[in-house]
């Protein structure tokens, strides 16, 4: 595998580009750690009352709304934002996704799926009692990201 790093300086935002003859787990080891090395930089700003606060994304759990505000969960806090959920959806990373009409999760976050009665589901996140629920329209599509992400590694 070869790597060559091409300057530009007229370019409006850095792009990477993985040329390869077919997608295999090699290839995706490598997206996957780019990915997450790009997650683990980009921040947005958060607020809570008047501070506002810069921190990576890697250490949201997930957003969501109450009303027209949409929150923001870490392991031990909550914050605000000002983007809307789609908004959200169009900036992140591909390690989040939308789990309900009402919330966007970190995948790399969840520790487990509980089944509720109803075939939507909860997720637990590791070292906190904080929980979100997933619909049951997105909970086969977030199993499959789930084991596509086990599987890449």
């Known amino acids: ?5 091409e300057i530009d300086e007229n370019l ?14 090699k290839i995706r080891k490598v997206q996957n750690a780019v ?4 997650s683990k930089m980009q921040t947005i700003v958060f ?3 008047e501070q506002e606060y810069y921190f990576p994304l890697s250490k949201v759990l997930f957003f969501e709304t109450d009303g027209n505000t949409i929150h923001v969960h870490t392991a031990d806090d909550i914050y605000e934002t000002r983007y809307r959920l789609y908004e959200l959806e ?6 989040f996704m939308r789990i309900s009409k009402s919330a966007v999760v970190n995948t790399h976050k969840i520790y487990s799926i509980s089944r509720g009665l109803s075939a939507s589901g909860v997720i637990q996140f590791e070292n906190t009692h904080k ?9 086969k599509p977030l199993k499959q990201k789930l084991e596509e992400k086990r599987i890449g590694k």
């Open 12 to 25: 409006a935002e850095e792009e990477v580009v993985i040329r390869c003859q077919n997608l295999d787990d």
């Open 35 to 38: 990915q997450e090395t790009v």
């Open 47 to 49: 607020s809570k009352g």
């Open 1 to 5: 595998m070869k790597i060559r790093i």
């Open 90 to 95: 169009e900036m992140l990373p591909g390690s």
């Open 131 to 139: 929980q979100v629920y997933v619909s049951r329209l997105y909970l």
